[in-house]
């Protein structure tokens, strides 16, 4: 026998054998296990949640009396901006990132992400961002304080933070791209013999969908932030009419980014309901691929009706038009989605446990805020909505009972399978319905107060609109203080408990491949693919 | 993914195992396709409006998805090979040629099952010749590895008895 180059024998094969995770701090800054990657995304996250959620108390508190009281105008206006650029891009897209690396390889049978290098530093990005933000809170002039829209002029007068503030959508922003392309590439290469896409879990197919549109809009925002910095320290006049530019270009850019955005934060939402609702209702997901063909639908018109956000500013009678009817047309792959939820549930064998409520909560109360949605399209009426509380109202239906109710509900439909523990049911149950009484009780009045006139963003208002304002700060009071409940029950499901099983919950392995795995799953999961029938 | 070849019926014989990888060379560029026609499209409609720093970065995402999907085809060409000639069986390991190599007399070649790395994971498959073994189509699934170790012992066996 010759051999050539290195080769095994009985002493050397078993060598480098299911090792698990390196010891020590540094663990976690090497790391490129999609696990790991997951958590630090996960945990990430949620002290984003925390600290945006603290921001909003903030501005609930200055709010439920009329009257100056607790903070200035300009730090009011700082909290509302800081609030929304944490949650979009601290809270939210990082959750469902964490949430993509811990399961998309696990649920297609690959064994980690496509590119795990890339994907220590898509994560290891974002927290100097997230410390740069926040930094601008100390430097002179304050944070930034135009809203999250960054609008121009008015973003041009912020202080010495505000090249803190593009460095920091730009780190951001190519964290996310990174994420997205690593998604993508992991879908497309790595899925188990078998696993055609037309067979991907929900979860998966609109992951794949959000990063296509990440993808997609993050060069336009990085372009127009990037204009917003040399217009102010450059000389450039992009975006002022003086110099022959136009503020409206501004717009008309973060709009086809923004717009996107929001199906960005919402999509992966679907994915999750889509797995949860067939697992408690003990029935296969009702209409499959029109599940498939809605969410592709919803992301390809998202690009085309960024302008409903602008019909303020003066378009033509034909314009106005178009964005009603393309916005309008929207509903209808968003009514096959709430359609083929509700024909799952429909004579299913349910049970409601805590991430099948949440589940069955969002699409009641997404469905809310779609509908709100629907009236603003009509351009006519938006003229009233505009930059009042009722659109404050609906995107907060969206994105709280949307995106973050369908966050809690992965989490505790993944916990058992993440911790090898089952989290507290009682205590699960017991969040559920303080977030769900608490955030309607924040949200519902708020449309009252938008349609009687009450604008956005002020830190004062008239004393007809003290009643519900004082109920709106009473529920985010609770909503906030309910979520230190759900800290203590993922902290809980950590440190130990009932033991759960592989399957976790009854009949899941049908529904997935992750629930054939042992719960935790092995540091490294489907070395060998499985075969998918 | 397993492919056999018969050179001279009985004597020489090539199996080729290839990694699992779902998307193609065609499939990337496909989708490249669409995404430079997208991003193209975005960028060069602002371009006209005026907004020309969206191309570059337009331009530069595109590389680098670019090159992400390019590296992980790239890794896709992982294979081994078989031959088995006459009195000979040569595994080969590599990419774009051989990395590692092995050349057995198969008259002495066995082939052994071993434990998976852990519960849940294949059972290993060995070339085991002269109290040495090595692992072989590591990549494979588990009913890939049992058509491997059935194709391959019916080849020895064959060729076995041709030799004879």
Redesign the interface.
């Known amino acids: 026998m010759s051999a050539s180059a290195a080769t095994h024998d009985d002493h050397h094969d078993d060598h480098h054998d299911d090792h698990g995770p390196a010891k020590g701090f540094m663990r976690w800054v090497y790391t490129t296990n999609h696990k790991d990657i997951g958590t630090l995304y996960m945990i990430t996250s949620l002290i984003m949640f925390m600290i945006g959620g603290a921001m909003a108390l903030v501005i609930r508190l200055e709010l439920f009396e009329p009257g100056m009281q607790y903070v200035d105008p300009g730090f009011f206006n700082q909290m509302t901006t800081l609030h929304a650029l944490i949650m979009v891009f601290g809270a939210v897209m990082p959750a469902f990132a964490g949430m993509a690396n811990w399961m998309i390889p696990i649920m297609i049978g690959a064994p980690d992400m496509a590119l795990p290098r890339l994907n220590n530093w898509s994560f290891w990005l974002l927290p100097f961002g997230f410390v740069m933000l926040a930094s601008t809170l100390f430097m002179e002039g304050g944070a930034p304080a135009a809203g999250w829209t960054l609008y121009p002029p008015l973003v041009l007068q912020t202080g010495d933070s505000f090249p803190f503030t593009i460095f920091t959508i730009h780190i951001l922003g190519i964290s996310s791209i990174m994420a997205a392309i690593n998604i993508i590439t992991t879908v497309l290469n790595m899925r188990a013999p078998g696993m055609t896409m037309m067979k991907l879990p929900l979860f998966v197919w609109t992951w794949v969908i959000t990063a296509f549109l990440l993808i997609a809009v993050m060069p336009v925002f990085a372009g127009a932030v990037t204009m917003l910095l040399t217009d102010k320290y450059f000389g450039t006049s992009f975006f002022n009419a003086a110099g022959g530019g136009d503020p409206v270009l501004y717009q008309h850019l973060f709009w086809f980014f923004g717009h996107p955005e929001v199906y960005i934060l919402i999509l992966p939402s679907f994915g999750i309901i889509s797995q949860i609702i067939p697992t408690f209702a003990r029935k296969p997901l009702f209409g499959y691929s029109s599940m498939v063909y809605a969410t592709a639908s919803i992301g390809l018109l998202s690009f085309v009706v960024w302008a409903h956000h602008q019909y303020t500013v003066g378009m033509p009678i034909a314009g106005e038009l178009y964005f009603t009817y393309a916005t309008m047309l929207i509903a209808v792959p968003t009514g096959v989605k709430v359609f083929n939820w509700i024909s799952t549930m429909w004579r299913g064998s349910m049970t409601f446990e805590t991430p099948m409520l949440f589940a069955i909560a969002f699409v009641m109360l997404f469905t809310m805020g779609g509908f709100t949605g629907l009236m603003m399209s009509i351009s006519p009426a938006d003229l009233q909505y505009h930059d009042t509380y009722f659109i404050v109202a609906h995107f907060h239906y969206v994105l709280v009972p949307g995106s973050v109710f369908a966050l809690m509900a992965g989490t505790y439909y993944w916990l058992p399978k993440w911790t090898g523990y089952m989290y507290d049911e009682r205590l699960g149950k017991l969040h559920f319905w303080l977030t769900t009484i608490s955030v309607n009780v924040t949200f519902f009045p708020q449309h009252f107060l938008g349609l009687a006139g009450m604008p956005r963003r002020i830190p004062d208002y008239a004393v007809q609109f003290a009643e519900f304002n004082a109920w709106s700060s009473v529920g985010a009071f609770v909503f906030g203080f309910s979520q230190l409940l759900f800290i203590y029950i993922i902290i809980k499901a950590v440190r130990g408990g009932q033991k759960a099983t592989d399957e976790v919950w009854e009949g899941a392995s049908e529904h997935g491949l992750e629930w054939q795995l042992p719960s935790p799953p092995p540091y490294h999961s489907w070395i060998t693919a499985p075969f998918v029938k | 993914?397993i492919k056999t070849e018969q050179g001279v019926p009985g004597r020489q014989h090539r199996i080729i195992l290839t990694a699992?990888?779902?998307?193609t060379a065609r499939?990337?560029h496909f989708?490249l396709a669409i995404?430079l026609l997208?991003?193209g499209m975005?960028?060069t409609g602002?371009v006209m409006?005026?907004?020309w720093?969206?191309?570059?970065?337009?331009g530069?995402?595109w590389l680098?998805?670019a090159y992400?999907?390019r590296?992980?085809?790239d890794r896709?060409a992982l294979r081994e090979v078989i031959t088995l000639a006459d009195d000979v069986l040569i595994w080969e390991q590599g990419r774009l040629e051989p990395?590692?190599?092995?050349?057995?007399?198969s008259a002495?070649v066995a082939l052994e099952w071993?434990e998976?790395?852990?519960?849940?994971?294949?059972r290993?498959l060995?070339l085991r010749?002269?109290?040495?073994?090595?692992?072989i189509g590591?990549?494979?699934?588990?009913?890939?590895r049992a058509t491997l170790a059935a194709t391959l012992t019916r080849l020895l066996s064959d060729n076995q008895k041709y030799m004879r």
């Open positions: 993914m699992n990888a779902s998307m499939q990337m989708f995404a997208f991003l975005t960028a602002f409006l005026g907004a720093p969206v191309l570059p970065f337009a530069l995402e680098l998805l992400c999907m590296k992980t085809l896709n990395e590692r190599s092995l050349r057995l007399q002495w071993g998976s790395r852990n519960r849940n994971h294949a290993r060995f010749s002269h109290g040495r073994r090595t692992e590591a990549f494979l699934t588990e009913d890939e």
